[in-house]
């Protein structure tokens, strides 16, 4: 089964992840991938190229801040670009959850909503935490700015709708929380596997 695991940005969704990679639950982080397809692809660097010009890759590596400069306002320019690399990320962790054989797996993908990948997933969780919590997390994290963090924020669905979409909903307070959280949860998901078996 496909667990979808989902919320905003700066929520703590690898966090969670974490949490649930400690429960022996196999992880695909579709974030990680789109970006290592990005660097690895012939295709999609071909087309990136095509796309945004000569400077979308640098020393051999895909050049992130340019490609982040270029779609920050740009919402069919960020449109263009997942429709290139998202049908890659699907193909791969087509192939990539065949090799696995946990009960169920974790797909995190932030924009599960957004991109209609949740149509796949037999449950979803979303991972929820204070608006500024997140705006501070995410300036440490990547050096940003708040500007460049509520640009990406309104871009993506308001909590309250993600909340409303999901199964599971945990609150990123504080580690020990979300440990309890996620094994509640991780119970929870294999009583349900277990009652569609029957």
């Known amino acids: ?18 949490e649930f990679e400690k429960l022996g639950i196999p992880i695909y982080i579709a974030d990680l991938e789109a970006k ?7 295709v999609i660097r071909r087309k990136l190229i095509t796309l945004f010009g ?21 919402k069919e320019l960020l449109h263009k670009m997942n429709n290139i690399v998202h049908p890659k990320v699907a193909s791969h962790f087509k192939r990539w959850i065949k090799k696995q054989d946990a009960p ?3 797909k ?5 909503f957004e991109n209609d990948s949740y149509k796949q997933c037999d449950f ?15 300036i440490k994290r ?14 993506q669905l308001p909590e309250e709708l993600k909340i409303k979409k999901s199964d599971f909903v945990i609150y990123n307070t504080d580690l020990e929380e979300i440990a ?10 294999l009583k349900a596997i277990k009652k569609s078996k029957f």
Request: proline share 1%.
């Open 180 to 189: 309890k959280s996620v094994k509640s949860t991780h119970l929870k998901i």
């Open 108 to 112: 995190e993908v932030a924009i599960l």
């Open 142 to 155: 990547d050096n940003s700015s708040r500007e460049k963090v509520m640009a990406i924020i309104k871009n």
């Open 104 to 106: 169920y797996i974790i």
């Open 36 to 42: 290592a397809l990005m660097n690895r692809s012939k």
């Open 124 to 138: 979803i969780v979303t991972v929820t935490t204070d608006i500024e919590a997140r705006i501070a997390r995410v």
């Open 54 to 74: 000569e400077d979308a890759y640098k020393n051999d590596s895909l050049n992130r801040p340019f490609i982040a400069s270029k779609i920050f306002n740009d």
């Open 1 to 18: 089964m496909i667990v979808g695991l989902t919320g905003g940005i700066g929520s703590g969704k690898t966090t969670v992840a974490k």
